[in-house]
């Protein structure tokens, strides 16, 4: 069974920053897109920063230019650098895995980021 884990969340003040890790084990199928993913409170889940399989980058509008997404491929580790952080970017943040043909996704349990102002 694919797992996910996350870490690297907190509690940090608004123009700080955070650094999320990814660690995904027991992967047997093709990466198709890994990522970030977060949901705040009373909100849908939203893609915040991927990687395809084509090595390219996706990043949501609010966070260009303050969020970078990078991995490890060896130890197939995703990580996300968040900084300059907006009370909006409060949220759980979750790990992302995409893998297979059929696709299917896979969800890490999540890490909680709180952004005060």
């Known amino acids: 069974q694919v797992q996910l884990v996350e870490s690297g969340g907190g509690l940090v003040q608004a123009g700080g920053s955070l650094s999320l890790s990814c660690a995904a084990s027991r992967i047997s199928f093709r990466i198709n897109a890994m990522g970030w993913y977060r949901q705040a409170p009373g909100e849908q889940r939203e893609m915040v920063a991927t990687f395809t399989s084509g090595s390219s980058t996706n990043y949501a509008d609010s966070v260009k230019g303050r969020f970078t997404i990078s991995r490890d491929n060896f130890r197939n580790r995703v990580y996300l650098q968040m900084n300059s952080l907006k009370p909006e970017d409060t949220g759980v943040y979750y790990c992302?895995?995409?893998?297979?043909?059929?696709?299917?996704?896979?969800w890490g349990k999540g890490t909680l980021v709180t952004v005060s102002s």
């Open positions: 992302n895995a995409k893998l297979g043909y059929p696709e299917n996704d896979y």
